[in-house]
């Protein structure tokens, strides 16, 4: 049996919708709170010590860290294959995980507290906003999401992270031959990674930056990527409608400074 413990609009928990939709996977499904702090409950602190989702539970298994766990999958459920045959090519797909895991995830929550969530969190009691700031275990991620529901896109920290988004954007849009993917001959484990931090920018009305007329290899392929089924039914029906409608408003609000700094 399986358990994923995620959050609708949960980039990384996206991810790991995408792969079990594409794998035919069923799950018992437990929802967690990240806007009201669930994360830190103790309870689930236990399943998963860096106060995060997803985290999946296979037959009582315990697996943490998305990237890993769509890998686990590839493993554990190998029809439909979601890494390409060749060696090389698989190299190639790991590397997108990594780059995400490496630079870009965490440039996206700076992004995304700086516009998206940021109004509602600065409607909450500042002891349970602080409360839940400070029980971010990670120092650096602690004082960026303090700056950014502080000051928005103005906060120090913003320029940098946009900027880590806007050059995954570019790389993405050159990699991509003409109806093709990131994984290979099909789509696979890096497009359904990739997925969700373009499907971002566009929530956070960024719409412009992932055009045809911008980026004509990047858009096709988000084209094909909502198309699936997958889509609809790891994403699309997740995404609580006011939820996208107040990012998309607040990104809206912000765009001539965001939009700016795209220029420049």
Known sequence: MLE???FALSTCSQKVRLVLAEKNLEFVSHEVDLISGAQHDPEYVKL???HVVPTLVHDGGVLIESTLINEYLEEAFPDPAMLPADPR???AARLWTKRLDDDVHAATGVVTFAIGPRSILLQQPSEVREANINAIPDPKARTARRSVIEHGVEAPEFASAFGKMLTLL???DAALLPGGWLSGGAFGLADAAILPYVLRLDHLAMTPLLTSSVRPGLSDWYERVRARSSFEIAVARWAPELAVEILRSNG?????????LADS
């Open 4 to 6: 994923l413990y995620h």
């Open 48 to 50: 998963n010590p860096k």
């Open 89 to 91: 090519e698989r190299h």
């Open 170 to 172: 570019d790389e993405v």
């Open 252 to 260: 809206e609000a912000v765009w001539p400074q965001v939009a700016a």
